[in-house]
């Protein structure tokens, strides 16, 4: 069965009310003051089935200027509207304001309803029809379909159905396939049951039992039942009016402008990149930092107007701009709104979201205005290319990025994947999240790495590289580690880097071993040789090389290929003596098996001074291990 929303638009007591009666035997009107003035001051709804079975849910919306605020947040999710317009008056004031909000709101189907028709004589019905037809001229509804009716006595009503239902049946299907999005319009407490919120349901689906997270207050609820039109039901889905029972979350705490959505699905934000349309109606001229009245969804905060190309803008003039809210709401990119001037309060313009959780940005910068235009008119994977780039310092998860953009994780993959064969994206995925960076981000990080690099290498000839956490702090701080460390693997298999353990260095570079090195070398190998298992403290070599940070870096080296090896505090050998001490300790294992520091001392002809820290180092290796007495030792 297809659902379908409509709406109702016009000027105070021209019949929307009555006429909704007339569609569904129901009345909308539900407040005492609405039933004692005679107006709708809140949103009503009800429902009706057309003859194919589709099912039309109905918002009857406030037509006094008073109550615009009321009649916005109604025309959120509307699928087609009824204009109606009273055939004894014509177009009045508040049907402007209200057909001007819709066509900001970019709704596209009308029909006009020529209401109260037993009420006009026929020269003045086609007086009032030429009016319309000249009023409607510069909008959508220009080319809407006109039905003449009395919801008063029924003259018409069957054949304004039909044309309901034809133009029902040329609208697409919702999307049910995406996030589920419901912006609350009303709130209210049910003994017994708890906090329910209702609106109608933008995209996707929801299950009886599923949790969903409120925006922008971020708790988390579980959805206890559901009703579609006063009927209980397992789910509710794009398209239709639902009132959603919530557990975990107070009636206090929900108010109308939050948004129901999938949990993580959304940002809370305090700043919005738009296109912002003046009507050109308005009589006002909207200067840069104007405080206005912000409607997008059901929500209602007070912003500053930032326009980020111009220093004004006027009636029927349109300029990208940034609103700084005074209250924190969750919108989605594309999602439409209206501006009303602070005071006195009147519509004077609206427009659509480009960025809902933007950052902060400089008037007239032509770079920064650039983006801003390719994010409104591009292409999805164009849209989340750019925003990826914009996240250059710290990159974006695939999460952040679907939040951001509005869609589902699913859509954001998509897209992510045309960028990867592009090549303009890299993706290094964690334990629980997927990590994006932009290629020209990627390449800039890599020049300034091998920078530091070569910069390091032309001071230290004689050091492997720069310990990776330095470079990190010098380049990228505000990376996550893991992803550097991916960044760096990448790099590396791109031969763009290369790695000595924790060192990086060039990946063309190769460690100078001039004469210089090979002298600080040859004096250590002379030194350890002559004194065999005799340790040398190697403060107290002496270096014709007076630079003793060439000297640490010559052994450093030496040690790391295998040449040279630390025994103990500023004790050093070769490596090749080490294992002659150690084949004889083995072989004194073997034939007795335990081996003390003295018997050591008589094996390699040295002092005890000597045969200890050998002998510590030999545990160290898990050669010996110490069993009984403090100078006993047994094979590890």
Same mark, same amino acid.
């Given at each position: ?165 034809? #133009? ?26 708890? #906090? ?96 206005? *009245? ?65 950052? !902060? ?76 960076? *932009? ?40 990376? !996550? ?48 040789? !002559? ?94 291990? !110490? ?10």
């Amino acid at each position: 069965m297809k659902n379908i929303i409509i709406g109702t638009a016009g000027h105070i007591d021209h019949g929307k009310t009555t006429l909704i009666r007339a569609l569904t035997g129901r009345e909308t009107d539900r407040l005492k003051e609405e039933k004692k003035r005679g107006i709708t001051i809140d949103l009503g709804f009800t429902y009706f089935d057309l003859p194919d079975g589709s099912r039309a849910g109905i918002i009857d919306v406030p037509g006094h200027e008073k109550f615009v605020h009321n009649m916005v947040a109604g025309v959120a999710g509307m699928d087609m509207v009824l204009l109606v317009i009273a055939a004894d008056e014509g177009i009045m004031p508040q049907t402007r304001e209200h057909l001007d909000i819709l066509e900001q709101l970019g709704v596209e189907n009308y029909i006009v309803v020529l209401n109260k028709c037993d009420l006009a004589e026929p020269d003045r019905m086609n007086e009032i029809k030429s009016q319309i037809l000249e009023e409607l001229s510069d909008s959508r509804a220009a080319s809407a379909p006109m039905v003449e009716v009395s919801a008063a006595t029924g003259f018409g009503i069957q054949e304004l159905i039909q044309v309901i239902q034809k #133009t029902a049946a040329l609208l697409p299907e919702r999307d049910r396939d995406t996030i589920f999005r419901l912006p609350a319009d009303r709130v209210f407490s049910v003994a017994g049951f708890g #906090t329910v919120v209702t609106g109608t349901v933008l995209s996707g689906t929801l299950s009886r039992g599923e949790q969903v997270e409120l925006f922008p207050r971020g708790t988390v609820c579980r959805v206890r039942s559901i009703q579609v039109h006063g009927e209980d039901c397992q789910s509710c889905s794009a398209g239709q009016r639902a009132a959603i029972n919530l557990s975990n979350v107070k009636r206090e705490d929900v108010a109308r402008g939050n948004v129901l959505a999938a949990c993580g699905s959304m940002k809370k934000t305090m700043m919005l990149d738009v296109r912002l349309h003046m009507l050109p109606s308005s009589s006002r001229v909207l200067k840069n930092r104007s405080r206005v *009245h912000l409607f997008t969804g059901t929500s209602q905060v007070l912003c500053r107007v930032v326009l980020l190309e111009t220093e004004e803008l006027k009636p029927g003039e349109s300029a990208l701009a940034e609103l700084r809210l005074e209250e924190e709401i969750a919108v989605r990119k594309e999602d439409r709104f209206i501006i009303r001037f602070y005071s006195p309060v009147e519509t004077i313009g609206g427009g659509i979201v480009i960025e809902a959780n933007p950052r !902060k940005k400089k008037r007239f910068e032509e770079k920064g205005l650039e983006e801003l235009r390719g994010r409104e008119h591009g292409s999805l994977p164009h849209i989340l290319e750019l925003q990826v780039k914009s996240h250059w310092d710290t990159g974006i998860t695939l999460q952040e990025l679907a939040q951001i953009a509005g869609i589902s994780e699913e859509e954001a993959e998509e897209g992510i994947c045309v960028l990867e064969k592009q090549g303009s994206i890299l993706r290094f995925p964690m334990k629980n999240q997927v990590y994006l960076w *932009h290629r020209s981000y990627a390449q800039e990080l890599l020049e300034r790495i091998q920078d530091n690099l070569q910069e390091f290498h032309e001071r230290n000839p004689y050091k492997p590289g720069v310990n990776k956490s330095q470079i990190k702090m010098n380049t990228a701080a505000s990376q !996550k580690a893991g992803v550097f460390d991916l960044f760096i693997e990448r790099m590396e298999g791109e031969k763009q880097l290369a790695r000595d353990r924790e060192f990086l260095r060039l990946y063309e570079f190769q460690l100078e071993k001039d004469s210089r090195y090979q002298r600080v070398r040859r004096k250590m190998e002379r030194v350890f040789l !002559k004194a065999q298992f005799d340790l040398v403290r190697f403060s107290e070599i002496v270096f014709t090389e007076t630079d003793p940070e060439v000297i640490a870096d010559v052994l450093a080296q030496e040690m790391a290929e295998g040449r040279i090896v630390k025994v103990a505090e500023n004790l050093y050998t070769l490596s090749g003596i080490m294992e002659k001490a150690k084949a004889a300790i083995l072989e004194k294992l073997d034939r007795d098996g335990t081996v003390t520091i003295a018997e050591v001392r008589d094996l390699l002809n040295t002092s005890r001074k000597s045969a200890k820290p050998i002998l510590e180092y030999m545990d160290a290796l898990h050669i010996t291990r !110490k069993e009984g007495r403090e100078s006993e030792r047994v094979a590890y």
